[in-house]
């Protein structure tokens, strides 16, 4: 089999270190190439003028906010196909798949009811008309294609879990072209087509959903994917919908907390500081996703290692594998702190030559370098507690935390003490970082995530990897 191997012992006969890294370089290149279509809108539009890259910016990020318990939930899908991986049941990973694809639709559709409050929305926020504006088109274009977006996160959780991570990272590079062409012609107006500004990079986006969805179903359609992991066994299985709900659900409001919590605080929060301010921070965001992701595609691997470990019964190896991710991880998240600090205001001028821009992103740039250790606690052990379905609780606490200190914290700063600027909430955002990423590395060493089972003992014990019969899911939870 091309792109990876189907026998989880074959695995653990490699070193651990290459056994991640092998597994986390495809999503490694996945995830920045998410960071390459991020920094061609941004840039491609900051010709456009500072104001348009701003609404893109901050339109894209209440478009996640709307999503994100989606995309949550569906995270979900590479916990459940790695574990049923690992203990050998194939069958299972792909109906897990098709549940994920069947909730991508049903949720996408949903998430269609914001498309008329987009203006009221941003009007209410107090930005400028023409900004709101701006802002109102990127996100009801980018909304409507919430079912493609929901879908491709589905399949790329499957590919994962069966050890095809390099089929999404291609996926990914083949959206990143077709979003940096789109834009091109669609932005700016080329080739007849109408110059679209904004507009255009909303589409562009949408245009790299839909190629990468396709790019990612013709390979398992080509392959002997489909036919080993019963990826074309699309029927509705209510057990197995149920429990992708009742496990992912926490993850989902796990994930759309933090992520309105941090649309909030950028919008609003850190917005009272006005327009110039949140375009320093939209440029500086940029950087801060040059760390973030490719971090993200390592606690992804983490997530599928734990899931996979934990369904062949060696828990100690799962930890072990978590605590090496953590390890390279913050190497690298610390490093690109640094250079943040170093080189921030060439990197501010990359986007733009404002000057009062190009020092206020520096300014941001050194709270965001601050920030980069506890970041790497909380992308590492997060995804390792979630391998493990280990959800609940870390959604409860950090949605308290990021609430109360991030987003509560952050505007009482601003508001009383106006005269530290965006200095102020990120310092309390760097606190809030702290908070979380130190409970979520204990709550893992304490190893409470070990007596959770997500399987009957009879489907864990009798696997039947090519079989018709659904196996059941439960949470058993058993005390020692």
């Not at 991020?38 to 701003?54: C, E, H, P």
């Not at 559709?109 to 203006?119: G, I, K, T, V």
């Amino acid at each position: 089999m091309a792109g990876g191997t189907s026998n989880p012992a074959a695995l653990s006969n490699r070193r651990p270190s290459v056994e991640l890294i092998l597994l986390a370089l495809p999503m490694i290149a996945q995830f920045s190439s998410y960071v390459v279509l991020q920094f061609t809108d941004t840039y491609m539009l900051s010709l456009v003028g500072d104001m348009a890259a701003t609404a893109a910016g901050q339109a894209g990020q209440f478009v996640w906010t709307i999503i994100a318990f989606g995309f949550g939930c569906l995270l979900i899908v590479n916990t459940l196909a790695s574990q049923s991986f690992g203990r050998g049941d194939h069958a299972s990973c792909g109906r897990y798949l098709w549940q994920g694809l069947w909730f991508a639709v049903l949720y996408g559709l949903a998430a269609m009811a914001a498309f008329p409050l987009a203006r009221p929305l941003f009007d209410a926020f107090g930005h400028e008309p023409r900004l709101a504006a701006l802002e109102a088109t990127y996100f009801q274009i980018c909304i409507s294609f919430a079912v493609f977006k929901l879908a491709s996160t589905a399949t790329a959780q499957f590919l994962t879990a069966v050890n095809r991570p390099a089929v999404v990272m291609w996926a990914t590079i083949a959206a990143v072209i077709a979003n940096i062409g789109a834009n091109y012609v669609l932005i700016y107006g080329h080739f007849g087509f109408p110059r679209l500004g904004v507009a255009g990079a909303a589409w562009g986006t949408n245009i790299s959903l839909v190629v990468e969805l396709t790019v990612m179903w013709a390979f398992i359609a080509r392959s002997l994917i489909g036919r080993m992991y019963h990826a074309f066994d699309g029927a509705f299985q209510w057990p197995m919908f149920k429990s992708l709900l009742r496990i992912g659900s926490p993850a989902g409001l796990s994930t759309v907390a933090e992520v309105a919590a941090w649309s909030s605080f950028m919008v609003v929060v850190v917005g009272t500081f006005g327009t110039a301010t949140m375009s320093a921070q939209n440029y500086a965001f940029r950087f801060m996703m040059v760390s973030f992701m490719p971090a993200v595609g390592i606690g992804q691997a983490v997530t599928a290692l734990v899931g996979r470990y934990i369904g062949a019964g060696e828990h100690d190896k799962a930890a072990r594998r978590a605590h090496l991710g953590f390890v390279i991880v913050s190497m690298y998240m610390v490093t690109c702190g640094a250079l943040m600090v170093i080189f921030r205001h060439d990197l501010m001028r990359f986007f733009t030559a404002d000057e009062r821009v190009i020092a206020l992103g520096g300014t941001i740039l050194i709270m965001m370098a601050l920030y980069q250790f506890f970041d790497a606690m909380y992308v590492v052990y997060h995804g390792a507690l979630r391998g493990a379905g280990d959800t609940l609780v870390p959604a409860i606490v950090l949605a308290v935390l990021v609430w109360t200190i991030s987003v509560g914290g952050g505007f009482v700063v601003a508001k009383q003490w106006p005269e530290y600027g965006a200095i102020g909430p990120w310092a309390i955002t760097c606190f809030y970082g702290l908070c979380l990423g130190a409970f979520l590395m204990i709550r893992f060493i304490l190893g409470g995530w070990k007596q959770i089972r997500l399987h009957t003992p009879t489907a864990a014990s009798n696997p039947t990897p090519c079989s018709d019969k659904v196996p059941g899911l439960e949470l058993i939870v058993e005390t020692p």
